[in-house]
């Protein structure tokens, strides 16, 4: 194997243009005057596509560019010293030391990792000053070499400080780092995290790369032990259940560059805090992951959640506005009434007050007719939103005005959530194989604004219009028909069914899908009608607020059963299960799963079904308690939450205390080695 870096692959103190995309350029043609590159342009063009995910520019004056290129024949690192420096999108201002690597697209893992060396050692400031100080080409390559082709000693130095921890009261953190091509950002954060950790007292962090140059995974064991977790990633985490439960800090893979005492910081302190975000569960099994970002459930299912976490907020805001101008107004205000009212009336002119209005006031009538009004618009954005974000992360940026198109689409011919999810899935396939086609060097730059938007439209409405838009209308319109008409015994025993699935991964898929079909099915009309629709809403959410509060409840009742940490996560589960977060239950879960999960499941399906069986609604897809305003049959509502925490407390606390004797309790963590459930 030739040697990465050569003198002529070097430029020393030179201007080669203000921006990213010049020194990019010039670099290029340098890797292919070496015969590096069968084509410079393709190179220039595969390198400006890594910077449009995120800009490679680094605090302290570095950039690297990089990129594997079907152009490049052999791994390269071309390097330029600048004078003056060129913006490359750091924070802190030009980068005066850039290296471009260039890999072959189908490289090897030896020579990724070669090249991962280098994006290690630029976290060294005593590297970057060598670089600095250079004063010819071929000093330049005798310390670069020397760094991507370390000594068998001095890789055992490098490692050395990394294992070095003894502390009574260590702080146990594991760390997993990913960027985009896992070339570079991803080992620079491991470097920087590994070294941060060195210097904090008290702290042990071992980091999983997720990088092209592979990696060992963190054992099960290490995963067990940890304290915490960071996420310093710009992509999704694999395999990320195996750190269900565990309190996690979340970020870009730069951040931990930039940032990395923060951010150990921050993972010491979620160690301690009950009340701090934690890794969601998820029963992902190794048939889940393809080699190329997991299968295609395991990526429907990515694509389908995302779409939602946007469309979440248009479904909060319309449906509190709705509820708020149905508290002022009156249910009569909806439909036509409102409409009339905005366009006859004003502050000065009030029109006449409501049968139901707010203490029979005109002003209140007026006021809940706008707010109405603002709900029911907002609620228009609600299929648009879910298919432009699921073809946005199909396609990203490309996907999501097409995607937008679908949805609004799907609205006009009625093929709702449904029509939005198909025309979503098919507008982001579209884009992104255009988006993969290879196109001449001036048409590039109006590829994502204009021509895979316009030809994504164009054939991604054809096909709605002409073949799937009608199916999917008739599909969803027997769907509303068969909920509208469910009654009695059936709509409890979905209530029953929806309820056990929010207790069954507390946030994980089955608690998704749950969430996802009552919230795509809220619209004004329903709310307006009292349908049955807002009546699965109300039965999911009594179904999610059960968990944490059943947890925090068994945990009060009969502190010996659980751990110190586990007494504490109970304290702060009171407030998680009033605000409708069952991920507040996730550690009991995770912890002791055969008799949590069955006990939660119990509860949360009996609570949905009294709910549902009582014709409680609920307009509102979030807030728990916080949003009672929302709900109608309020002590229904709080009926069935009390009664599924009681079932589930109960049948916990019992299952804990099978083959346990009457005295044989916890009294503390630090007294207990064995946890009580065990």
């Known amino acids: 194997m030739s040697s990465l870096i050569t003198a002529d692959l070097v430029s020393l103190d030179t201007d080669l243009g203000a921006d990213a995309p010049s020194v990019i350029t010039a670099l290029a043609q340098r890797v292919a005057d070496a015969g590096r590159a069968t084509d410079p342009a393709q190179l220039v063009t595969d390198a400006l596509a890594r910077e449009t995910q995120s800009a490679t520019g680094l605090p302290g004056g570095i950039a690297i560019p990089h990129c594997r290129s079907e152009a490049v024949t052999e791994p390269t690192l071309a390097f330029a010293r600048l004078v003056p420096g060129a913006d490359f999108g ?67 130095a490098a490692a050395a400080p990394a294992a070095a921890t003894s502390s009574a009261t260590v702080t146990r953190i594991v760390a997993v ?37 592979g990696a060992k995974p963190l054992s099960p064991e290490t995963i067990a032990a940890a304290d915490a977790v960071i996420f310093a990633t710009d992509v999704g985490v694999k395999d990320q259940a195996r750190f269900a439960g565990k309190p996690v800090v979340v970020s870009g893979v730069k951040r931990a560059i930039n940032e990395p005492s923060v951010m150990i910081a ?74 009339k009212i905005l366009s006859e009336n004003t502050l000065s002119n009030l029109p006449a007050a409501g049968d139901h209005a707010l203490f029979g006031s005109s002003l209140l009538t007026y006021i809940g007719a706008l707010l109405f009004l603002l709900g029911s618009w907002a609620f228009g954005f609600l299929v648009p939103a879910l298919a432009g974000y699921i073809a946005y992360a199909i396609a990203d940026r490309p996907g999501i005005a097409p995607g937008f198109v679908m949805g609004f689409l799907a609205n006009q011919i009625g093929a709702g959530f449904l029509g939005g999810i198909v025309g979503g899935i098919i507008a982001g396939l579209i884009a992104h194989q255009i988006a993969k086609r290879e196109a001449p060097r001036w048409l590039a730059g109006l590829m994502p604004v204009v021509i895979i938007p316009l030809v994504t439209t164009i054939i991604a409405g054809m096909l ?28 409890v025993l979905l209530g029953l069914l929806l309820g056990a699935m929010m207790a069954f991964d507390m946030g994980g898929p089955v608690n998704k899908a749950a969430y996802v079909f009552a919230t795509t099915g809220l619209t004004a009309q329903a709310i307006a009608a009292g349908g049955t629709e807002v009546k699965i809403m109300a039965a999911v959410m009594v179904g999610g607020m059960v968990p944490p509060l059943a947890m925090a409840l068994s945990t009060a009742l009969r502190p010996g059963l659980y751990t110190s940490s586990e007494r504490e996560n ?72 009390a009664v599924g925490t009681i079932i589930s407390a109960a049948s916990v606390t019992a299952l804990k205390q099978l083959g346990r004797g009457a005295g044989d309790v916890v009294a503390d963590a630090e007294t207990a080695k064995v946890p009580a459930h065990a």
Not at 112 to 117: D, E, G, N, T
Not at 470 to 475: E, G, L, Q, V
Request: glycine share 12%; net charge negative; with cysteine.
């Open 266 to 339: 921050e993972a010491v302190k979620a160690s301690t805090d009950p009340r701090a975000r934690r890794v969601e569960g998820g029963a992902a099994t190794s048939e889940e992951h393809g080699a190329e970002g997991g299968s295609w459930g395991l990526r429907l299912r990515q694509w389908l959640l995302t779409g939602v976490s946007y469309m979440i907020p248009f479904v909060a805001a319309g449906g509190l506005l709705i509820a708020l101008g149905f508290l002022l107004a009156g249910y009569d205000v909806a439909g036509d009434p409102a409409s």
């Open 90 to 156: 750091a924070s802190d201002g030009p980068a005066d030391l850039v290296f471009l690597i260039a890999a072959p697209a189908g490289g090897g893992q030896e020579h990724l990792k070669l090249l991962s060396s280098l994006a290690r050692a630029l976290v060294r400031p005593d590297f970057t000053a060598a670089l600095r100080a250079a004063p010819d080409a071929a000093a330049l390559v005798a310390l670069v070499d020397e760094v991507v082709s370390p000594a068998p000693a001095a890789e055992a």
């Open 570 to 641: 109970g304290k702060a589960a009171w407030l998680l299960g009033a605000a409708f977060i069952t991920e507040g239950a996730i550690p009991f879960a995770a912890a002791d799963p055969l008799r949590v999960i069955p006990s939660m499941m119990l509860g949360s399906g009996v609570a949905g079904a009294i709910s549902a069986g009582a014709g409680v609604t609920l307009a509102a897809p979030h807030g728990g308690i916080f949003v009672f305003f929302a709900v109608d049959q309020v002590l229904w509502f709080l009926v069935a939450i």
């Open 177 to 213: 780092t990913a960027c985009p091509t896992g070339i570079a950002h991803t080992y620079m954060a491991a470097d920087s995290l590994t070294q941060q950790a060195a210097q904090t007292d008290g702290v042990e962090l071992q980091v999983e790369t997720q990088g092209s140059a």
């Open 464 to 491: 709605m219009l002409l073949v799937l838009g009608r199916p999917i209308a008739d599909i969803t319109n027997g769907l509303t028909d068969w909920l509208n008409g469910l009654s009695g015994g059936s709509i």
